[in-house]
């Protein structure tokens, strides 16, 4: 199933992914409407045309005629927003998302929707240290992976639309995961590394060391300007994940610091041949 | 005291850096020499005009005869070297380095030496994932800082010329450190930050995690790819320093942990937005 042109997109949240996901697919000509929280936020992105039409309030007749339907909201309220709502979906719709985390979600999405309608969930793993709409910028979709998360409850034109509508945001790689795999992976690649970044910002408050900081520093600390609200609830909702990631960082952490306090010269050595030998598995091939 | 263009500079262990600060002399028309271990090193450096004369030897003609002499050999030779060969230098001349830690080698390196020679210790903090000669590239000091690390026993003079050395090397910021001060903050800044990138490279073996990395990551994970040769040795030699700065993110880390497990959001927040703010500060400002 492929994403047809003359189809009606509503995207629900308008941040920097809601919108660097409208201003992607009004780029290609789709036609794209929106409902969010604040005025102010709609009439930035009509000013600059991220969006053909939007709006603050609940509109029966929009939600109806949508027939894809992209949910840009934070997770604790993702669910709400459904239970309260989905009645006013046309039977038909297709509805998916670009949350962080997903085994939390996707089955009890799909446990309480209609059955005339098909949640497919989705995560497109691309952002910025900035957040609104006012920041929204599809290239950061570039050379990004997208991420396709269903379930044995999806179709297989479903999945197939997902793809599509991947590769017309501009995503450079697009995989199938489940969820508890996405969950994992996540853990790993996403939430301990900014996990990391955050305690290596707030173990030391040594003056000046901005002056001498050079770029492996600022490397191990960019993510440490974090939005507060959005991580601490993915990493709430997504806890033993992310605690068992952790751990295995701590063991390796412990292991390493073992080494250097016992001299251990060779140890410590072959930590670090394994490292640099396993980080060649992921330099850029683009 | 200025570095006169007509003094005649010795570069003894020509690698990534020894190389690189070849480059930038030669460039603003001084005459460098270099003394390496491998001819074929010199070849290169010749061929590529890197370096005015080359030599594997110990040649006492060109020992005897250079003013100010750059050592950028590892930290375990370099002390064996200066002890073997330091009744050749000229009186008067001025001796500085490139290496990573400075207490365990200052010191001693200033008690050895000949009351009519100086050494004054520098740290160019720049490098690549790189090394070797043929990876020289002095775009690498643009940006970055230059730490001169005296001593009681070193002269205002020679703390000058160092400050020179740095500015014509093409260094953004100049800063002068005592030994302990400059081991402490490299082993924050520079040492720390590699010991994290290696334990995240080796804690977890899971297949196919290349395919879904994104920035933050290979952010993280840069310099998981390291020389262990030499870091090793730099850890060793800095033992204390580092393993002080490591209890205190592994502090943070497990305050971190512990909040994420007893669902204390609150302090998970407050902990990221500590960290933001203090980010904030580490911005690079050029």
């Known amino acids: 199933m492929k994403l047809k042109k003359d189809i009606n997109i509503l995207i629900i949240g308008l941040g920097i992914i809601g919108g660097s996901y409208a201003m992607a697919l009004k780029k ?3 036609y794209v409407s929106a409902i969010t929280k604040e005025k102010s936020d709609i009439d930035y992105a009509l000013k600059n045309k991220i969006i053909d039409y939007g709006t603050t309030e609940i509109e029966e007749d929009l939600i109806g005629n949508s027939d ?18 989905q009645h006013l979906f046309k039977s038909g719709a297709i509805l998916t998302d670009v949350t962080g985390v997903k085994s939390c979600i996707v ?7 209609r059955e005339d309608i098909e949640f497919i969930a989705a995560h497109p793993m691309a ?17 990004a992976n997208y991420i396709i998360v269903p379930t044995d409850k999806n179709s297989e034109s479903a999945i197939e639309l ?25 853990a790993f690649l996403s939430q301990l590394t900014h996990c990391i970044a955050v305690s290596l910002m707030c173990c030391s408050d040594g003056e000046n060391l901005e002056r001498y900081t050079g770029d492996s520093f600022r490397d191990l600390t960019r993510i440490a ?10 990493f709430s909702l ?8 952790m751990d295995k960082f701590k063991n390796s952490f412990d292991e390493l610091y073992e080494k250097i306090k016992s001299d251990d010269i060779d140890g410590v050595r072959k ?5 640099t030998e396993r980080r060649k598995l992921f330099d850029k091939t683009n």
Request: one cysteine or more; aromatic letters at 10%.
């Open 162 to 186: 997902c793809s599509d509508l991947g590769k017309i945001l501009g995503f450079k790689d697009i995989s199938v995961l489940s969820p508890e795999k996405h969950d994992e992976m996540i």
């Open 271 to 275: 930590m670090m041949r394994y490292s």
């Open 127 to 143: 952002g910025k240290e900035s957040s609104g709409v006012q920041n929204s910028d599809d290239s950061i979709f570039k050379g």
């Open 238 to 245: 997504n806890k033993e994940a992310l605690l068992s990631q």
């Open 107 to 113: 089955h009890e999405i799909q446990s309480l929707l």
């Open 28 to 30: 290609q000509g789709y």
């Open 68 to 85: 894809l339907v992209i949910f840009a909201l934070y997770p604790g309220i993702f669910i709400g927003w459904l239970t309260e709502h």
């Open 225 to 234: 300007r974090i939005n507060d609200l959005m991580w601490s609830e993915l």
